[in-house]
């Protein structure tokens, strides 16, 4: 992959992340793949450690949480995961899925290459097994199914994984009214790309029509 353009999404995404979180956490795990151009994401967070041991929180569960526009919060999570597609683009050996973590400021992204399609394992089945891998929840609070499914689970792949870590680019805890503020602004940011791209596409079929 071309370092610069990795190492200005590795950015970008770290950037992101922090925009979303609407308060101050103390580590972050996502999740996310993709298989000819579509797939999943989702993260989870940890908040700051207070008397009691914290839960982690769910990327979709922040904007009702926090009273945060659920559109607005939607698309910039929108925005993220069009990041994450274009670092797969950019991949020579296409990787299927990806976790990212940030914890005591280092940055870490795992490439998986498993096939996903033809796995005999669900989408459902390898999210139970990566709750537990790096979310650490107990296999005591699982359901039966779910302990065989953590205890019988293996990578499947020719390819094993590779993790690349790094500092991060940038740490910041935002206030609510900022996130909102931020979160504006990356909506804005797609609308203007959509809009673009639309434009394109209507040149393009014009000059089509004054060539015939």
């Not at 899925?97 to 669900?122: A, G, K, P, W």
């Amino acid at each position: 992959m071309p370092k610069n353009k990795v190492e200005e999404i590795y950015k970008e995404l770290q950037n992101i992340l922090y925009k979303l979180i609407p308060e101050k956490w103390e580590s972050m795990y996502l999740y996310a793949s993709v298989i000819n151009g579509r797939g999943e994401m989702f993260f989870y967070y940890f908040p700051k450690k207070t008397i009691l041991k914290p839960k982690p929180i769910n990327c979709y569960e922040i904007a009702k949480r926090f009273g945060i526009n659920e559109d607005e919060y939607n698309m910039a999570l929108s925005s993220l995961y069009e990041k994450i597609k274009e670092l797969n683009k950019l991949a020579i050996r296409k990787w299927s899925n990806i976790t990212i973590s940030i914890v005591n400021c280092l940055f870490t992204i795992e490439y998986n290459y498993n096939d996903i399609i033809h796995s005999i394992y669900t989408d459902e089945e390898r999210r139970v097994f990566w709750e537990y891998k790096y979310l650490k929840v107990p296999l005591d609070s699982m359901s039966k199914k779910n302990q065989n499914i953590v205890k019988n689970f293996q990578y499947e792949g020719n390819i094993p994984p590779f993790v690349h870590t790094e500092g991060i680019y940038i740490q910041k805890n935002n206030t609510n009214e900022k996130i909102k503020n931020e979160l504006s602004n990356i909506v804005k940011i797609k609308e203007e790309e959509q809009k673009e791209k639309i434009e394109k596409e209507s040149l393009k079929v014009r000059n089509q029509i004054l060539k015939c």
